[in-house]
């Protein structure tokens, strides 16, 4: 599930306990946008602003190109400072984060480090911290929100990229200031209670299932998020051995087939050779909270459709019509 801001009067803010302009800090959300930003509408990501707006740091689209590039920008209130971009298409999830260390100003995509840039914060006041929208962004359609973390330090470049391979967990505890995985309400579940606010038209619906791989070797990009069908090339690459690792989606089952018959995570590259790393996620039948079983049984000017659990509460529609036989036991 994620959060989705379904236009502009969505608002979705915190004014309690935010990391100020002088402290180190990291912070990490999914997106997907069923949209491209256009000049000289905007998308803020994540933004930390002052009052009354005169200074702030977060991930922003691109303010002047209209290919739903993103980027960190920054301004003290004596200038502004950005990073390098990174485009992100509709409709495709991309796991975005920001990171200060001192004066400099990091931006990731999916685990890579896209740019940095210098800006001084640390006079700053921030008042307010917004997802999405920071009331002068233009949401012209669905735009969607998952795993909000947050910590008061500066995070190594493993500890990001950790993070960025994962779906619904906070790999790093130390430091963490807010978790907030946003699957049904705004609620941290850090432990620190730093709640989201939420105001207009938001609601929470089933994000895009997206497959995680993890790229060993010396692969660049190493972290590469795909949709069900998507494949990703690596061209021109040296001999040697690289690896190819799922983050396993909650639920399913992930099997591997390489064609030169290499084990995926040591998969050897010879001169020359193509190799095809195949990879199938099937849903765990074990892993299904509507699963249960017991005894069928023919209960006397009844029909023949109740269903008898052992070890199971709540209400269940189990109803069979018309059997044409019964058996000791049924799994559904």
């Not at 200074?55 to 290919?67: K, N, R």
């Not at 990073?83 to 001192?102: C, D, L």
């Not at 299904?288 to 509460?313: A, M, Q």
Request: one cysteine or more; aromatic letters at 10%.
């Amino acid at each position: 599930m994620a959060l989705r801001l379904k236009d502009t009067t969505a608002i979705i803010n915190q004014i309690t306990n935010l990391i100020q302009g002088n402290s180190d800090c990291c912070y990490c959300v999914w997106v997907n946008s069923s949209f491209i930003s256009s000049i000289p509408n905007y998308i803020s990501h994540i933004a930390l602003t002052d009052t009354p707006y005169n200074a702030w740091v977060g991930i922003f689209s691109d303010l002047i190109l209209s290919d739903g590039s993103a980027e960190v920008h920054v301004n003290n209130g004596s200038g502004p400072g950005n990073t390098t971009n990174y485009i992100i298409a509709p409709n495709t999830s991309v796991h975005i984060g920001y990171r200060r260390s001192g004066t400099t100003h990091f931006f990731y995509a999916n685990g890579a480090l896209i740019g940095s840039t210098v800006n001084d914060l640390s006079a700053v006041i921030f008042t307010e911290m917004l997802l999405g929208n920071d009331r002068f962004s233009i949401v012209l359609g669905d735009l969607l929100y998952w795993d909000f973390a947050a910590w008061d330090s500066s995070k190594s470049a493993d500890t990001i990229q950790a993070q960025m391979a994962s779906y619904g967990v906070s790999i790093d505890p130390v430091d963490l200031v807010i978790f907030t995985p946003l699957l049904n309400n705004l609620l941290d579940v850090s432990g620190n209670n730093n709640h989201w606010l939420g105001a207009g038209n938001f609601d929470f619906v089933a994000n895009p299932l997206e497959f995680v791989m993890n790229a060993s070797g010396g692969l660049l990009p190493n972290i590469i998020v795909l949709g069900n069908g998507e494949n990703h090339e690596y061209n021109d690459l040296p001999v040697g051995t690289y690896g190819i690792v799922e983050e396993v989606p909650p639920g399913y089952i992930v099997t591997y087939v390489v064609s030169n018959g290499s084990p995926h995570d040591a998969i050897t590259l010879a001169e020359g050779e193509t190799v095809i790393v195949t990879v199938t996620n099937k849903q765990n039948p074990t892993i299904n909270p509507n699963t249960s079983s017991g005894i069928y049984k023919i209960v006397k000017d009844k029909r023949n459709d109740t269903l008898w659990l052992e070890n199971f509460t709540g209400t269940r529609d189990v109803k069979i019509p018309n059997p044409t036989y019964k058996t000791g036991l049924i799994g559904e």
